[in-house]
């Protein structure tokens, strides 16, 4: 039977007493939902919580110039301590809740997800999760590739459906530089064909593109996953975070890459799957496949974003290019109830007005941003 949550103030009892502090921690928080919780929630624009991206971890085993330069995430930088983290238990508290909110759609993120120990037992924890409906969630993770090879079947066995692996270009010296790292593309192909051979597929391949930079690695990553069964997703590089040095005349648009490939691969575009669905889809008239177009510079969907960010350490975010959270933890480890978690988190939703991407180039003054390595892509 599925849970209902009705969102209205509890009478005091026996277990008052030690929701004392939870009720402070919801009282102090934006918004506030005095419904009854049978899913969706809507936020200030309409537009439902599908969608949940939990970052496990703020670390990475990659310095990539947009993410996570090495200037600043250097030797001496000061991670996370593991006790500040959510623990298993307490992210898969805070999934249950959302499911029961709308969610549909958990994807695990970091920095590097597979970074934390003993991914896989969350991993299952989340994949027992039902909606209301009995049916199961949709959940996935996103990676840099590194470590997937050696953890795709664990990760499959624990429930996983999907993955989606970054890689920004087939050149060695290329991803070198782009990866600040000493990893070759061969560990990465190694660990998408692992992927899609245990049954983690399709397997989506993000590449953010870089005018000037890898531009001209576009063809060859199409051509190289064409009959693949992989799904290629070109990513406009994006502003986000405020440490990545982004130049709009670096931003090559969704048009001028499908105008690339188009030279070559004769392309058709593809009905979304869901509303809130971020790439635009198109297929290869020939039969080789699809591939993905992300434009949140040249084309943004802030009005059908669908999408909450779960931090390391429990706050809440409402958009990628966010510089606040709302804290979870402090209710997660305050007494709070389920109940109470969840009038916390629909009222955060049911105020949220985000839309970053639209307003970008309206905006006079810059803005402190959250740092991608920290809230995920």
Known sequence: MSKVFYLTPEPAGADAAAGNRASEVVASGQGAYTGTVEGPVLDARRRPLHDLRISVTDRCNFRCTYCMPREVFGADYEFMPHASLLSFEEITRVASVAVQLGVRKIRLTGGEPLLRKDIQKLVAMLAALRAPDGQPIDLTLTTNGTLLARKAQALKDAGLRRVTVSLDALDDTLFERMSDSRVSVSTVLAGI?????????????????????????????????????????FIEYMDVGSTNGWNLQEVLTGAAILERIGEHYQLEPVKSQYRGEVAGRYRYVDGAGEIGLITSVSQPFCGDCTRARLSPEGKLF????????????ELLRNGGTDQQLAHRMAGIWQVRNDNYSEQRGKETTQRQKIEMSYIGG
């Open 193 to 233: 064909e692992e992927a899609g051979r245990v049954g983690l597929a399709p397997v989506k391949v993000n590449m953010v593109v870089r005018k000037g930079l890898n531009d001209q690695q576009i063809v060859p990553m199409a051509t190289h996953f064409r009959h693949s069964g992989h799904v290629l997703r």
């Open 318 to 329: 409402m958009c990628l290019f966010a510089n606040m959270g709302h804290d979870i933890r």
